[in-house]
């Protein structure tokens, strides 16, 4: 009897020692432009990486961004670093300077050099905040922080800002690339992926579908005018050019598969998860993005493309399973954004009011002749509406208009263009004072007044402006842009739906949290407590 007791004693102890064991490795996973909706339509075709994920983990069915600017560089600074675009200052992927008025890139910097010949001009340098990987490294100087993506942007604002090194994938040299913020040489590794004729090897002739052909009429047409053309037209199959393979593997599975691959080189090479610290390997997959801008979230290619990517997540959870340990790791999926579907799908078979509004022939020239009628009313050469972000404030003030009023006639004149439904101002973003105004707050989280326009403007919902009859874009504040997935796993994860609100931000606080060091005080996002108990 006491050597059954003892026994028993054992298999309890040991099995709470397993269970309390810290991760050696953070898999934090993105899926650029991924929809929430994504794993309830098509849940069932996945069978990889994602199935793991949704059915074994634990999925918060109500996500959200929480801020208007639905964009990839927002996107993964929220997710890297818990706060929203308001305190991370990268509120756009681009935005105009205040002074000069020139375009700035969320992750330009002049100072970063090329590596090899390649890369070059990025870094964190617009970060404001701190990132997971930098909280782990305060905690574990000798972790490992390492990001990798299709996107600049994307690799770059997941790392944070000191991270060991970040990749991204160049379609001029078909290979990963960087910059001198993080290394001044490629690691050997590096240098052998970047020549192991990685396309002969993977790409095949044509992008062809996975599932039987009724599986992908049940969604819609392949065929369909408002897509984006791959050579002649929008079906399947869609032909590889040799001499442009690197160039054409953006916007198809492919994309995503170089960096997955990629990715295990890593973690074979750089022994992530394989040492006596907890490391952290930032993923993000951008090839839903180019898909979905392209071809709309409810096409062929869309449904393809998560087909693929479950099975190349799946071979990577089994690769991370044989070398770091089952019980090792947790995986953490999210996404920057979503996207609206295609105005014309959402017509044709959704019932839905949408519209597509051509920017050369239904804004512009309504802009222009806004402008035009501020002038003459204020007396005077200048513009009043700069850049389609400031306002002359002083040129109104000469005129007798004080800046009320100013905004009011600029508001007046952008609700006349039946694109725009309202207009916020500098005023009402810095603002922290209770509002009524619909998706105030979004629009509060998006702005970080340093580098903020003077107003912007919401567009009508279920619509895109666009410069072309084809494909779509997301960035307003509506749920088809904001709503996200949010997955957490572990080998001793309980699955579960969660259906209470969170967001994206709550992401890099849970983790840490779930592994035990600190993060900044001041950040916008919480530990979710499903995790962390």
Known sequence: MVKKT??????CFTLLSAQNTTPKLILFISIDQMRADYFERYGK??????????????????????????????????????????????????????????????????TAREVEGYGGGVSPKNLQVTAIGDWLKEYSPASKVIAVSTKDRAAILMGGKHPDAVYWYSKKTGGMVTSSYYMTSFPQWVKDFNKSDWFA?????????SLPESVYSNIGPDEFEAEAKWGSNTSFPHPFVKTKVAEQIVGSPYGDKVVVDFAKEAVKHERLGQRNVTDLLCISLSNCDYVGHAQGPDSHEMLDLLIKIDGYLGDLFVYLDSVVGKDKYIVALSADHAVCPLPEFNAQFQNIPAKRYRYATDIKPKLDSLQQALKAELNTHD??????????????????????????????????????VDVYFRRELISREPSNKPFIEKYRHSYYAPRGEDFQRRIREYCIISSQPYGTTHGSPYPYDTHIPVIFWWSGAISKKISHTVFSADVAPTLAKFIGFKFPSGIDGKPLKEVVQ
């Not at 003892?6 to 298999?11: H, K, V």
């Not at 007798?400 to 009023?405: I, P, R």
Request: overall charge negative; charged content about 20%; aromatic content about 14%.
């Open 383 to 420: 513009d009043i509406i700069i850049k389609s972000a400031f306002l002359n404030y002083a040129a109104a003030a000469k005129a007798g208009l004080d800046s009320l009023q100013l905004e009011q006639r600029v508001k007046n004149g952008l609700l006349s263009i039946e694109a725009f």
């Open 201 to 209: 090897k993977n790409v095949p002739a044509e992008w062809t579908k």
């Open 45 to 110: 075709y996945f069978t990889g990486g994602f199935n793991r994920l949704y059915t074994r983990g634990i999925v918060y069915t109500h996500a959200d961004l929480n801020y208007a600017t639905s964009e990839t560089g927002p996107g993964h600074a929220t997710l890297s670093t818990g706060c929203f675009p308001w305190k991370s200052g990268i509120h756009g992927n681009d935005w105009i300077d205040q002074k000069s008025l020139n375009d700035e890139y969320c992750v330009s910097d002049t």
């Open 6 to 11: 003892a026994l028993f004693l054992f298999c």
